[in-house]
């Protein structure tokens, strides 16, 4: 109780404090503000080092300059491209035979033939910079005390320094409320902030002054493409301004706020018609009538509702007092910093409020950050694990609105995927390949690894997540079920029957097929990535089947007569008849392949073969302990020769060891990303930066210390030896449960469960557990020590606790 109330004093305090002192004195240079602070003691001009803002539409990054600053600046929709019809029509003539050679083992011929199916075009364009805000400063003397953070508690990123007897203050963040970047300007002494700001882009845009006060920048992004606009409205308090085409001068005020609005022509892949400069404008208008401390009090209020439902503390020892970048090189250099890891755990949160928001655009390969006009993979949505892995963390670490975004863009690629499905493989439904971007693009991409129709398969697990973690019917019923019927439809008719002399005669297998990015190894010794029924496809089929199966048990309990009957049917013949999972006979690995292949790059940063293990549910330590075993001896093979070389992919192997239990293992790949796959602002890198890796590992934390995948609530399931004492409050379990558990030598001491919706809980604790109402234990089976049951009700809560000895 007392660590609870702590929590909440430490909140409200919190929010007294930046509501009430944004004149009041920044923390001290030598010294975090508090545990959840990224602060450094240097300003940067290295993208990779500047400190991110984002409310899902908005994003800028702040690199803390003193005579310059630069300010990045990001709109969600400013993609290059257009709407295009990408369909090939040699596809449906070339698969029919590609088929064939596959199944004759004639893999070379089947490759060069399916470059017929790829999209025309087959590449995709960029998301891109909307540009910088830059602003030249005065610098009348020597600077000291220089400090810039970030508060993940509020959202800001600060910059202060002293010059002589006066302090500067920079304040920037990104209003979900009122849709606008805000920075603001202070001294601790009247009359001693001057500036000049402009803003400029590589390429297509020009700025220009509205007014005295406000500069617009425009531009279009070729002459199909989207247009765009960026406002810049100064607010100053005293003192004198002026705005020309060359920029906007501020001169002797007591303090400045600049208001950034940004917008496109994007409604949707269909739609380019929005009016920018109204978009830009309607925002401004309304805030540039409220004082800073309303603009500022709204937004701390708004970033707190979703970022203070979680907490958690990892480790008895204080946090270290050191810069954040200091961490990181002490880290490296083995030093022991367990809130490192709970401060990153929340920066992930952080990332994903700023990059997906109700109404926005999901989160790119970046997230929403990105500062270049052709951006590595387009900073684009790639489906072959990425986007879904920017996910992961969404439902469990109480952001369950902020996965909505996915849900919704997936929505958007029904109509196009509809029609790549139909005419690239006479096949009902809807599909997409392996990326994807905001105009509506399913064809296969890239080259032969493109031809890769299971993305909407794997994307459509979310909205079911969605659905079992909140328990919401009618979302399911509108919304989750006809994505995942119409991808499983696809999937259906995709499916052949393998030939015989194949290692699954009879059984139905994915034609073509191959394990993402990876190949393999023939007996003859030619290497090929192109197949039928590699084993990750297997693997999301039942996962998809499976789920939707479950959906339609939930459905038909709500209607009158049998629930979409005849699909069922077709749902459960067909998993009879799906090829099974292969364990090698020699090495006892499970197989990537159908057939047990020799590996060219046995340490490939793709694991796809494991996703039953994670993210899907086939493979559980106790209710497929051959399979688990099987897949761990994978991963110890992938290991053993290299594997997780990159940051997402070394995220995925956190997931992987916390669903195996493997406590120390799990942290000794959290660690591995931290040392050698963190940027100093904590940024993931592949490299270069790709923001997956920071959700995947956030993710993982979050699975080490609760797991509900199974069909139980299971309590610190891979606990590792450096986390011994700690707590975690607010995260999420399937079937509608919120949970608080505090623990000491490893041990929980005492676990809360809320239910939002009602129902059976089963709960696993390697310590044993009572409900500390006699009334509510009273009701409590016990299958073992470690397992018991009861029915929870809508909105009550549950308190557990070791029996007393």
Not at 280 to 285: T, W
Not at 343 to 353: A, D, H, K, V, W
Request: charged share 20%; glycine share 8%.
């Amino acid at each position: 109780m007392k660590l609870r109330s702590a929590l909440t004093c430490i909140k409200f305090l919190s929010l007294l404090l930046v509501v009430a002192g944004t004149s009041a004195e920044p923390a001290a240079a030598g010294s975090p503000a508090h545990p959840l602070t990224l602060w450094f003691q240097q300003p940067t001009t290295n993208w990779n080092e500047a400190l991110p803002v984002g409310n899902g539409r908005l994003g800028a990054m702040v690199f803390g300059g003193i005579e310059s600053e630069r300010i990045q600046l990001n709109e969600d929709s400013l993609w290059d491209g257009f709407l295009r019809d990408t369909t090939n029509p040699k596809a449906i003539h070339a698969l029919p035979r590609v088929r064939q050679l596959l199944f004759d083992g004639r893999n070379a011929e089947a490759t060069a033939l399916a470059k017929d199916m790829l999209g025309l075009p087959e590449r995709i364009k960029s998301y891109q910079t909307l540009g910088d805000l830059w602003l030249n400063l005065p610098n009348p003397g020597e600077v000291s005390d220089y400090r810039r953070d970030l508060d993940l508690q509020t959202g800001i990123a600060s910059v202060s320094y002293r010059i002589g007897e006066t302090r500067y203050t920079r304040q920037t963040f990104a209003s979900a409320p009122h849709n606008l970047i805000v920075v603001r300007l202070t001294a601790n002494r009247p009359g001693q902030i001057s500036l000049i700001a402009r803003l400029d882009r590589p390429e297509a845009a020009t700025m220009t002054a509205a007014s005295p006060n406000e500069l617009i920048l425009r531009g279009q992004l070729g002459q199909k493409g989207l247009l765009f606009q960026a406002n810049l409205l100064a607010l100053p308090e005293a003192g004198k301004i002026n705005a020309t085409d060359a920029g906007l001068g501020i001169e002797g005020a007591d303090a400045v706020t600049l208001l950034i609005a940004a917008a496109t022509s994007y409604r949707n892949a269909y739609d380019i018609t929005a009016d920018p400069g109204l978009l830009c404008a309607v925002p401004l208008q309304f805030a540039s009538r409220l004082p800073f401390a309303r603009l500022l009090a709204d937004h701390v209020a708004d970033h707190q509702r979703l970022f203070n439902r979680v907490q958690l503390t990892l480790g008895s020892e204080l946090a270290s007092t050191l810069p954040t970048d200091q961490r990181l090189t002490a880290l490296k250099q083995g030093a022991q910093d367990p809130q490192l890891a709970a401060l990153y755990f929340q920066f992930g949160r952080y990332l994903l409020m700023g990059s997906s928001r109700p109404g926005t655009l999901p989160a790119n390969l970046q997230g929403l950050w990105n500062d270049h006009l052709q951006a590595p993979w387009n900073s684009d949505y790639h489906f072959n694990i990425n986007v879904q892995m920017n996910y992961w963390p969404a439902e469990v670490c109480n952001l369950s609105e902020l996965h909505l975004p996915f849900v919704d863009y997936l929505e958007t690629l029904v109509r196009s995927g509809e029609k790549t499905a139909r005419l690239h493989y006479d096949a009902r439904g809807w599909v997409v390949h392996h990326l994807s971007d905001i105009w509506g693009f399913t064809t296969p991409a890239d080259g032969i690894w493109g031809v890769w129709p299971m993305g909407a398969a794997w994307a459509c697990q979310h909205p079911f997540e969605h659905y079992r973690f909140t328990g919401d019917r009618e979302f399911l019923a509108r919304r989750a079920y006809p994505l995942m019927k119409g991808a499983a439809r696809f999937i259906l008719d995709f499916l052949v029957e393998a030939p015989p002399g194949s290692p699954v005669a009879g059984k139905l297998v994915t034609n073509p097929s191959h394990s993402p990015e990876n190949s393999f190894q023939k007996p003859d010794g030619s290497k090929s990535m192109f197949t039928y029924g590699a084993t990750m496809d297997l693997q999301i089929i039942h996962d998809l089947f499976h789920n939707c199966l479950e959906a339609i048990a939930v459905l038909d309990a709500t209607t009158r007569g049998p629930f979409d009957a005849e699909f069922k049917r077709e749902l459960e013949s067909a998993l009879e008849r799906l090829a099974p999972l292969q364990i090698s006979p020699q090495s006892g690995r499970l197989q990537e392949w159908l057939e047990d292949y020799a590996e060219p790059e046995p340490g490939h940063r793709h694991m796809s073969h494991l996703y039953a293990l994670h993210p899907g549910r086939q493979i559980t330590l106790r209710g497929s302990p051959d399979l688990a075993a099987a897949a761990r001896k994978s991963l110890a093979h992938r290991l053993a020769h290299g594997g997780g070389g990159t940051g997402w992919s070394r995220a995925w192997l956190v997931n992987f060891f916390a669903r195996l239990e493997d406590g120390p293992e799990a942290h000794r790949h959290l660690l591995h990303l931290l040392r050698h796959c963190t940027l100093p602002n904590l940024f993931d890198t592949h490299p270069p930066f790709q923001i997956d890796g920071n959700f995947g590992a956030t993710a993982g934390i979050a699975e080490m210390l609760l797991q509900s995948h199974a069909g139980e609530i299971r309590l610190l399931p891979a606990l590792p030896p450096e986390w011994t004492e700690g707590s975690a409050s607010g995260l999420r379990a399937r079937g509608g449960f919120e949970v608080d558990q505090e623990w000491q030598s490893g041990r929980p001491v005492r676990v809360t469960i809320r239910s939002t919706i009602g129902g059976p809980v089963r709960l696993r604790s390697d310590t044993p557990l009572r409900l500390s109402r006699a009334q509510d234990q009273a009701r409590v089976k016990y299958h073992d020590p470690s397992l018991l049951e009861f029915t929870a009700g809508a909105g009550r809560t549950y308190v557990l606790m070791p029996p007393r000895e």
